[in-house]
Antibody
Framework: EVQLVESGGGLVQPGGSLRLSCAAS????????MNWVRQAPGKGLEWVAI????????VYVDSVRGRFTISRDNTKNSLSLQMNNLRVEDTAVYHC??????????WGQGTMVTVSS | QSALTQPPSASGSPGQSVAISCTGT?????????VAWYRQYPGKAPKLIIY???KRPSGVPDRFSGSKSGNTASLTVSGLQGEDEADYYC??????????FGGGTKLTVL
């Protein structure tokens, strides 16, 4: 069974840092682009970042570029998102998502990040 | 990287058909056939129901169909059922391996 399980969310103060992780199973992890997609409470979906299967390409939405870093470890089938200088507006559920055929194909249940003083 | 435009709400009676639009620009929806649609129930993760404009993943009923004309894509749900009541989102490639979602449409089955 294809599965994505996120962890690492929590409460952090503005300006703080947090590292999210995603454990993948049930498929050949290195063969897929992986993404982070977030959803603020009561709001819509927002694509955050994407990383190529071999890690050679990383792209970010403008609002997080320079603050967030996406990475992957294909030996451990894991995806990460290092989030620095967090802002109140980064508060959201963060989903780890497998990309395929120009779509967000498989979604994890998400991990909640709350940025508040 | 502006969000695609969807109507906030849509509704229909059981058995009827309803269409949800997703309007972008010539830099995203109009430029690529990488338009997808997702269904999301409250408190749950989104699920892919249409990809590459009009293709259905395995297991998605053929009551769901997609199309695109110019800068606007559409999702049509035919033979509405109670279980179709959910939020629906579109997404599109926006160039340079960036991606954009629509604001979402809440579908109500009357």
């Amino acid at each position: 069974e294809v599965q994505l399980v996120e962890s690492g969310g929590g409460l952090v103060q503005p300006g703080g840092s947090l590292r999210l992780s995603c454990a993948a199973s049930g498929f050949t992890f290195r063969g897929y682009y992986m993404n982070w997609v977030r959803q603020a409470p009561g709001k819509g979906l927002e694509w955050v970042a994407i990383i190529k299967g071999d890690g050679s390409e990383k792209v970010y939405v403008d609002s997080v570029r320079g603050r967030f870093t996406i990475s992957r470890d294909n030996t451990k089938n894991s995806l990460s998102l290092q989030m620095n200088n967090l802002r109140v507006e980064d508060t959201a559920v963060y989903h780890c998502v497998r990309g395929s055929d120009g779509a967000f194909e498989i979604w994890g249940q998400g991990t909640m990040v709350t940025v508040s003083s | 990287q502006s969000a695609l435009t969807q109507p906030p709400s849509a509704s229909g009676s059981p058995g009827q058909s309803v269409a949800i639009s997703c309007t972008g620009t010539s830099s995203d929806v109009g430029a690529y056939d990488y338009v997808a649609w997702y269904r999301q129930y409250p408190g749950k993760a989104p699920k892919l129901i249409i990809y590459e404009v009009n293709k259905r993943p395995s297991g998605v009923p053929d009551r769901f169909s997609g199309s695109k004309s110019g800068n606007t894509a559409s999702l049509t749900v035919s033979g509405l059922q109670g279980e179709d009541e959910a939020d629906y989102y579109c997404s599109s490639h926006a160039g340079g391996n960036t991606w954009v979602f629509g604001g979402g449409t809440k579908l109500t089955v009357l």
